[in-house]
């Protein structure tokens, strides 16, 4: 059986996937800062593993999650206060300067 060795490559047309993670990047910016927050935070956690002390495992491993999840969240609501803001705010503000 002969495998096609090149079936990951993108055709003409495509963006390969580094141009798509850019292109995604430009869009919305803060995607890649929680993706790297929650990177950061799971990171110092498991570094932090030997020195927690009497805590459990499954309790330390629940907090590293939560504040992981947290820097998530917290890009999430910034980006969607940047947006509001973006939309509502500044478009207002150009509509009121136009009448």
Known sequence: MSANKGW?????GEDSVSEK???KTRESPL???GLGGC???AAYRIYRLKARGP?????????TRVAAQACAVGAIMLGTV????K?????????????
Request: proline share 5%; glycine share 4%.
């Open 39 to 41: 990177l950061v935070v």
């Open 31 to 33: 995607v890649p800062i």
């Open 82 to 85: 940047y947006t509001m803001y």
């Open 8 to 12: 990951w490559v993108p055709s003409e």
């Open 55 to 63: 805590t459990k495992m499954s309790i330390h491993l629940i907090h």
């Open 21 to 23: 993670f850019l292109r």
């Open 87 to 99: 939309d509502y705010v500044k478009r207002t503000g150009q509509d009121a300067g136009e009448k």
